[in-house]
């Protein structure tokens, strides 16, 4: 059997995030050029961002929210206590991780915006 292309495409992957407070994983979807299509279309539907794409002041948490349901499908190695078990992911729990550590917040959203930017650049973006 040989390569399909159509199914070598990755539809999610890990990504490590190390902060101060320590390390964790996400699990981001893939994202295309039409995830970022509809994902903006909703967030400028919901007043969220700007008609620049900026996000509306006051509406950064609501907004990470949204990233957080789009884009991130779980996470692994989060614990309340050192010697406490993983906790389940919630979307609202890492928008608590995200407006801490502006280094989990900057790592988490320009690798999304990266993934769907490289389609774009590579000629498979929205015309």
Not at 18 to 45: N, Q
Not at 48 to 62: C, F, H, I, R, Y
Not at 110 to 123: D, H, K, S
Request: proline share 7%; glycine share 8%; hydrophobic share 40%.
């Amino acid at each position: 059997m040989g390569l399909i292309l159509e199914d070598a495409q990755p539809q999610q992957r890990w990504l490590k995030v190390v902060i101060p407070a320590g390390e964790f994983e996400v699990l981001l979807k893939h994202v295309t050029p039409e995830d970022g299509e509809k994902f903006s279309r909703r967030m400028a539907h919901l007043g969220l961002v700007k008609q620049n794409g900026e996000p509306t002041p006051g509406k950064n948490a609501d907004y990470l929210l949204e990233v957080a349901k789009a884009y991130v499908l779980d996470w692994r190695g989060v614990r309340e206590t050192h010697d406490g078990p993983e906790i389940p992911y919630k979307p609202e729990a890492l928008v608590g991780v995200m407006r801490q550590s502006i280094a989990a917040l900057t790592l988490i959203t320009e690798t999304i915006m990266r993934e769907e930017a490289f389609f774009v650049r590579n000629g498979d973006g929205p015309s």
